[in-house]
């Protein structure tokens, strides 16, 4: 491998209040994403092991509820309540191995180990997210390369005694078993058991506490021998015990975005640079809010200086929305004559276009016969032999009214003695 692959199997809890904002982007439900790497047009390219249909997971829930298949008995009203598992190995693992089909089948195994993890009543939730582009290694591989991985929203539920209490009227009945519920508990499902030795004994620490083993270290290693067992390998697990467990496998993809942040700054600072040449008063909306102090009978007071900043910002917004009106205006007359030449422009080329097609099939005909033309015109109009344009005749002038000019007497014609003479 070019690159060390590692596996990521990880879980975040969620409240009933707070997952809605999970399941928007889940389940695709949202217009826009702040994820700017989210390609919609892949969407449907997203495959769900398992959905809640047209129900919200809280109604799921509720149903769940209701129907007695789980259990809320004990919780606050902020408790969390969902798991939110994320399974996950870095990009270029799908890319070198297929893509978008490899990732279909590693995620439908990887479902397999969920179902086998929290019972397949209790996941309300399963989809592959294959719209997420990952824009450093598309750089690298010179075309679009998509981050694969899934989502998974489960209730994490126990099976949890319910005993006979004291208040039982019969006593041989007080703290025995009255009914079994699956109860939903992230504690108790996530609860770490104390590590033990090579000879399988406890241990604990220096001062006497048992030692235990993070759950989630546990989750770790169940989905990596599931998936090796299942034939999919060429990946790693992160060191145990490390904060810097996936730095490796994810340092090429961050040096990257340092490097395309570095680029969206400079870009930044030059569309700073030019607003704030056209923008001399800058004030931001912080200032102006904090600006002026209400009074009891909801007037606003204010000091003099704050006043006078007001109000040249307000000038200001006046000359520069007069211009952005003399812009428009000039816009759109510019804009309708481009409109008038444009269909002058495409009358012309269908007045023409009977000769050019003529001249491109049969270019010395065509001119041998626009030169017989003008040779005719030449010995009918010799006047016209300068230029072959037609000019239209001037029109006559009426002498006017103070036009005391005298005009020219007729010649009389000459007698037949003059003549003979």
């Not at 399963?126 to 998509?146: F, G």
């Amino acid at each position: 491998m070019s690159r060390q692959n590692f596996s990521v199997a990880r879980v975040e809890t969620r409240t009933r209040d707070s997952i809605g904002k999970y399941e928007r982007h889940n389940e695709r439900k949202n217009e826009h994403y702040g994820n700017m790497n989210v390609d919609l047009s892949r969407t449907p390219l997203n495959v769900h092991f398992k959905s809640c249909g047209d129900m919200t997971y809280n109604e799921t829930l509720d149903k769940l509820v209701a129907d007695g298949k789980v259990s809320l008995r004990g919780l606050k009203k902020d408790a969390k309540v969902y798991d939110e598992v994320i399974f996950d190995v870095n990009t270029d693992y799908f890319e070198t191995h297929g893509g978008y089909e490899y990732a279909k089948r590693f995620y439908e195994e990887a479902y397999r180990f969920a179902v086998k993890l929290y019972g397949e009543d209790n996941i309300l939730s399963a989809v592959l997210h294959a719209d997420e582009i990952n824009l450093a290694l598309s750089d690298d591989y010179e075309k679009p390369v998509y981050h694969y991985h899934m989502h998974i929203v489960a209730l994490p539920v126990v099976k949890k005694q319910v005993l006979w209490t004291k208040r039982c009227k019969k006593t041989e009945l007080v703290g025995t078993v009255k009914e079994v519920i699956q109860q939903i508990s992230h504690s108790k499902k996530w609860k770490s058991p104390q590590a033990v030795d090579e000879n399988n004994q406890p241990v604990f620490d220096k001062n006497g506490k048992p030692v235990l083993v993070p759950s989630y270290s546990i989750l770790q290693d169940e989905f990596y021998e599931h998936m090796q067992n299942a034939g999919f390998n060429d990946f790693l697990r992160g060191v145990r015990g490390s904060t810097a467990e996936y730095k490796s496998s994810l340092q090429y993809q961050i040096e990257k975005d340092k490097e395309r942040l570095a680029g969206i700054k400079e870009k930044i600072a030059a569309a700073d640079e030019r607003l704030s040449s056209v923008l001399p008063v800058q004030a931001s909306a912080e200032i102006i809010d904090s600006m002026g102090k209400k009074t009891l009978t909801g007037k606003i007071q204010m000091s003099a200086e704050d006043y006078g900043y007001l109000s040249n910002l307000a000038k200001e917004c006046l000359i520069n929305r007069r211009t952005v009106q003399i812009y428009e205006s000039s816009n759109r007359a510019l804009s309708d004559k481009v409109k008038r030449l444009q269909a002058e422009l495409t009358a012309l080329k269908e007045k023409c276009r009977p000769y050019l097609e003529a001249l491109k099939a049969a270019p010395k005909k065509v001119k041998d016969f626009i030169d017989s033309i003008l040779k005719s015109l030449r010995k009918t109009a010799p006047e016209q032999e300068k230029s072959i344009f037609h000019k239209p005749p001037e029109k006559e002038t009426k002498p006017s009214s103070w036009d005391l000019t005298v005009p020219a007497r007729k010649a009389k014609p000459k007698k037949k003695e003059d003549l003979e003479r």
